[in-house]
């Protein structure tokens, strides 16, 4: 049996992530979880971070920010590829500082094209599987 990475797909918006996971899930070995509630996807995320590869976080969302929610990430498990996307400038001191410290490793403007995603998100699962 061929072991399968976990990869979360988090925005408020339920078409984004209903369109990313269709389009990543074409990538082999990766199984594909998508949320709409910040808490409900760290929640998921605290149970099944061993089997974790990638978490794909909008910045801003109701309730809790994608900074802080790919922080919170990090201290759960520190090996997580993190992706952060928003389709507002980030002119921020957090977000330049988790940056630096590999907290957040790699960002999305929105608009995403989809070949985008897809070839970001290989890179960052081969990252994975390079440390891990």
Do not use: C
Not at 17 to 33: E, P
């Amino acid at each position: 049996m061929t072991r399968k990475w976990l990869v979360s797909i988090i925005d408020d918006e339920s078409d984004i992530v209903n369109l990313f996971r269709d389009a990543l899930s074409k990538i082999d070995g990766l199984s594909i979880f998508t949320f709409t509630d910040p808490m409900i996807a760290f929640e998921h995320f605290k149970i099944n971070k061993g089997a974790y590869v990638l978490v794909i976080s909008d910045l801003r969302m109701p309730g809790v920010s994608g900074t802080d929610l790919i922080y919170k990430i990090k201290k759960e498990n520190p090996l997580v590829r993190t992706l952060l996307m928003t389709a507002f400038e980030v002119d921020d001191k957090v977000f330049e500082e988790y940056v630096k410290n590999d907290i957040i490793d790699g960002f999305l403007q929105k608009p995403v094209k989809l070949r985008d995603l897809f070839s970001e998100v290989l890179k960052q699962v081969n990252i994975y599987k390079s440390i891990k």
